[in-house]
């Protein structure tokens, strides 16, 4: 059977609920799906209901955004760095109090946006995003979603390729996460951390890949997503590889997000897409090693 270890409901920056999110991974025919919302996790009590009556395992997690500089000093002209917690739950422990912090960063960012964007003689005012974010945490997306709304840009891909994406006028970074205690927190909570789409990280050659998983293994990471729907099937082969050299093990999963990633579905992403459910089971015995 199959799994999906990435996914993302409205309660961060996706189009769906988590409950709709359990239900189209269980249509799907998968074994388990992953709920790793950005920096939050007030989605998986409903997911894991929906989960229940769905007869389908639930996976908690998290996703989050790095700062790794400290390993790849010209990081900030590059792309970013990304990483999945698995089994991180809603209830107190050391990373799910740094989340908090995350999130307020979040929403700095988010105003200083709304004002780069109004300097371009883009209005949009911070209600309108509210209410299309709903209840949950408010991100580019929905920020792009309302100048879609607005008649500025024909669809999402356009909001981020001419002004939200990084390096266009509206881009702001936010606070994240160091690599080190990203790690350390995820471990200490109980987590299995996973680097999330490494070919985000456009890096040069994979010599310079294969070097900076060896040394984020060397730093506590447990897996890398070498299934990907952004990835071709020879290159899950090529990743799947370099994990096993570098002793990492092998995840994998849709980063679906509903409408804001048209094309991308649970469990099979753009179509050709397999998780194995062997990934889930290794990934699972990590979770007491530290």
Request: glycine share 10%.
């Amino acid at each position: 059977m199959a799994v999906d270890l990435h996914t993302h409901s409205h309660v961060s920056d996706g189009s769906e609920t988590p409950s709709e999110v359990v239900r189209l991974a269980a249509n799907a025919g998968l074994r388990a799906v992953a709920l790793t919302d950005h920096d939050i996790l007030s989605g998986l009590e409903e997911a894991r209901e929906a989960a229940e009556r769905h007869d389908i395992e639930l996976v908690p997690g998290v996703e989050l955004s790095l700062d790794w500089t400290s390993v790849v000093p010209d990081a900030d002209r590059r792309g970013g760095m990304h990483m999945v917690v698995l089994w991180v739950d809603d209830e107190p422990g050391p990373l799910q109090d740094r989340l908090a912090d995350l999130r307020r960063g979040r929403e700095e960012r988010n105003h200083t946006i709304l004002e780069r964007l109004a300097q371009l003689g883009i209005d949009v005012s911070m209600d309108e995003v509210l209410a299309r974010a709903g209840d949950g945490s408010v991100g580019r997306p929905h920020i792009a979603g309302v100048m879609v709304d607005r008649g500025y840009v024909p669809d999402i891909a356009t909001a981020f390729e001419l002004y939200l994406g990084h390096g266009a006028p509206a881009y702001v970074s936010r606070k994240r996460l160091g690599i080190e205690e990203a790690i350390s927190l995820a471990r200490a909570s109980g987590g299995v951390p996973v680097l999330a789409h490494p070919h985000t990280l456009e890096l040069d050659d994979d010599s310079q890949l294969e070097d900076l998983l060896r040394h984020l293994r060397s730093l506590g990471l447990v897996g890398v997503e070498t299934h990907h729907s952004a990835t071709e099937p020879d290159r899950r082969r090529i990743l799947r590889r370099m994990a096993d050299r570098v002793g990492l093990l092998p995840s994998g999963g849709s980063d679906f997000h509903g409408a804001y990633k048209p094309g991308i579905h649970i469990g099979v992403g753009c179509g050709d897409l397999h998780v194995p459910d062997e990934f889930l089971e290794g990934l699972r015995a990590q979770r007491a090693v530290v």
